[in-house]
Each structure stands twice: as C-alpha cells, then as structure tokens.
C-alpha cells in the first residue's frame, strides 16, 4: 500500500525522542480518550526530559499532522495519521491466549458443516472476543467435490447435499419435476457422483451437459432435469461473494449522539451495499498479512470515526490469489495490539480449509 509506504518513509524521518512521544500519546490515547500534556509526559517518560523539550517535540509532530490540540493549552491527541502511523510501525503486537486459539481453530475447521456456518460461527466469535463488528467477506472459491445427493422435501422441491473434500457441506433447494418418483433422485446423483470426484462442479459442469445429450436413451429424462437443476443451482452461486456482518451492538453501545448514530447507520449501509468495500478489498488486501484503515485514510471511513483491521483469506495452492476477506471495524480507540493478532491468526486458520 502506498500509504504504508509512505508511513515508512515519514516514520524513518523522526529521530528517536520523537517516536517515543508520539507512542506515548497515542497510547495514553487508546487508553483514557484524553489529550496528554508536557507536563505529564515527562514524569512517564524521564524527569530529566524537560518539559519545554517536549513541547518542542509535540510542535514539530503537530505541524506534521501527526498530533492536534483540541484545545488551547489542553494537551495533545493523535491525529488519525498519527494513529495510522502508530500502528503501521510503533505498535507492540501483542498475542492471543492459547485457549482463544483453540477456539477459533475449532470453529473454522467443522467437519460436516457448510462452509456459511463456519464463516458466521467465526465472526460471532471474532465479534465476540474483539468487541467490535466481525466483517467477513466470504470466499466464492469452489472446492472439489466428494460426492453429492438429492434429498425430496415434497413434491415439487428437492434439496441438494453436496460434499466436499474437505467434509464441508453445502445444501440447496432445486425445483424438479412435480412427483418425481425417489428412484429419479438416485439415478441423477449416481450419474454425477460418477462424473464429479475430485473436480468442482463448474469444472466438469460443460463435460456433464455433453454427456447428458448423448445418454438421452440411458437416462430417464426427469432425471436428466434433476441433474441440470443440480449444476444449475450450484454454478449460478460461483461468482458471488457474500457478505457477514456480526455483533453491530458492540458499535452502537458506543454512540453518545444522534448525528454519530446516523454516521454509523450510514456506514453500514455502505458496506452492505458492497460496491464500496469490494473495491477496498480489490485495491488493499492483494497481499498477505492484516491491513488496518483508519478514519479518513480511506473512503469506507472518510467520516465516521471508526477503524477496520482485515485480512485476506488465501488459498493454500497460489497465496497470491485473495479468495475473501476477515476483520473487525471497531471506534479508533480499538485494541490494537490484541484484535490485529487476533484478526490474522483468524483468517490463517480459515486459510486452511481452501487447499
């Protein structure tokens, strides 16, 4: 990212002392939400360091944008630069507990679960532990398909179980022919069991409707209609990537004003819409580790006080293809150095079920 880059360039500029007050607002900051003065910076830093030094300092760091006075004689507040600077480079990353691994291990890893339920229980989860809003963008990476089954629910419906590979489940209602008879549904999924091991149902989906034309003879046509409704319904899902928005409460508990309401209702609606934030992930999350944006650095947050730590789900075969995305947006004041190991150890483990 550009803006890293360039955060890299401004953080080599300062000489030590103006690092180490830069970090020591921002984290008195993160921690009480009020602006700190000389005076108090130089009894945590050194008596020694006077306080006019200091000042000097938080001077030449305001003018370049990396800390404010909200007021006069108040004390200074990181700026959102500032902040994005912090993090990009001053930020002591922390770690998650051992029992907080398990967890999220568990919950991503679901044997006989459809790969939705994973997603949502791990945002839940990442909700839950962060604090924050879990975002997750699920992946429309197909997996190789181990078998798969048709299911009557009546007599116009039938659901299709499709396994994977990797044990994941996907289930999806088809319309059929109206009383078609159980032993239409057997012959439709042992023509495709036969046909599909090994390989996605897109891949062999053009195969398949060839072969259905030249079995017209061998295969009952309301079975060949089963069989078309079963490629259907999964090829038409492939290239739409849907969206999980978890634990909105964590934010709202937060607001204390009406316009910060509508600022936030307004944010969400524009991640729901999609447009916006799938041309974030298109733009910042084509490489590997977590991305934090912070307030105006992007146009996501240009105006609601919030943050967002994401990072990418990759495939396991090619780790430059992102297949989605998992993070939180939180207020500024979130807990970095806790949710960004938190974040990344997340999509790692989710990582691993796309081989």
């Not at 679960?113 to 975002?135: P, R, Y």
């Not at 239409?184 to 046909?195: D, W």
């Amino acid at each position: 990212m550009n803006n890293y880059k360039n955060n890299n360039i401004l953080l080599s500029s300062l000489d030590s002392r103006s690092r180490k007050i830069l970090q020591y607002v921002v984290e008195s900051y993160l921690e009480t939400g009020n602006p700190i003065g000389s005076n108090t910076l130089s009894k945590k830093m050194s008596p020694s360091l006077a306080s006019a030094t200091i000042r000097n300092v938080m001077s030449n760091l305001e003018g370049l944008n990396l800390l404010k006075s909200p007021h006069v004689s108040a004390g200074r507040l990181p700026t959102e630069s500032g902040l994005q600077l912090f993090v990009d480079g001053l930020l002591q990353i922390g770690d998650i507990s051992s029992e907080e691994k398990k967890h999220i291990e568990a919950l991503s890893a679901g044997m006989g679960k459809s790969l939705k339920d994973i997603l949502s229980e791990t945002s839940i989860a990442l909700a839950g532990l962060s604090n924050c809003v879990s975002l997750v963008m699920a992946p429309t990476f197909q997996r190789a398909i181990k078998h798969i089954e048709f299911v009557p629910i009546d007599a116009n419906r039938a659901l299709v179980v499709i396994v994977d590979t990797l044990g994941l489940v996907e289930n999806r209602l088809i319309d059929i022919p109206k009383g078609t008879p159980v032993f239409n549904l057997i012959e439709a999924a042992n023509f495709l069991n036969s046909r599909i091991s090994g390989v996605t149902l897109e891949e062999a989906k053009n195969k398949i409707e060839e072969e259905l034309v030249n079995h017209k003879k061998e295969i009952d046509l309301i079975s060949e209609k089963v069989i078309t409704a079963g490629l259907a319904i999964k090829s038409a899902n492939t290239n739409h990537s849907s969206l999980i928005l978890t634990g909105k409460n964590n934010i709202y508990a937060d607001i204390n004003t009406q316009e910060d309401f509508k600022k936030i209702n307004e944010l969400f609606e524009k991640i729901e819409q999609g447009k916006t934030l799938a041309e974030l992930l298109k733009n910042s999350v084509s490489g590997p580790g977590v991305h934090v944006f912070i307030g105006a650095d992007n146009k996501l947050f240009d105006y609601s006080g919030c943050s967002m730590i994401l990072a990418p789900i990759k495939a396991k075969s090619d780790v430059t293809k992102t297949l989605g995305a998992i993070g939180v947006i939180g207020p500024i004041r979130v807990n970095y150095g806790r949710i960004i190991p938190m974040v990344d150890f997340t999509a790692k483990a989710i990582s691993k079920l796309f081989k």
